[in-house]
């Protein structure tokens, strides 16, 4: 059986390191961790911890630059 999970996939060459990602996430699945080498500032991006993620799309809702959408992920035969 083939289970389908939704996560975050970032898009970070439009991503400011604002954290308002981080900080909208109810199971602090996100962590300001990923070395910026693309993206305006070239700071700290966000970098999501999968196993505590609930697929809640709070992160996807708050991002200011829309650098955040859904995707499938499949878990399984």
Do not use: W
């Not at 991002?63 to 992920?73: G, T, W």
């Amino acid at each position: 059986m083939v289970n389908a999970k939704k996560i975050p996939s970032f898009h970070y060459e439009n991503c400011v390191s604002c954290s308002i990602c981080v900080q909208a996430c109810p199971a602090g699945a996100l962590d300001l961790t990923k070395p910026g080498r693309s993206g305006r500032y070239r700071n700290l991006f966000p970098e999501l911890v999968n196993e505590r993620c609930t697929g809640c799309a709070l992160c996807v809702k708050s991002c200011p630059m829309e650098c955040i959408n859904m995707q499938a992920v499949y878990d399984g035969e």
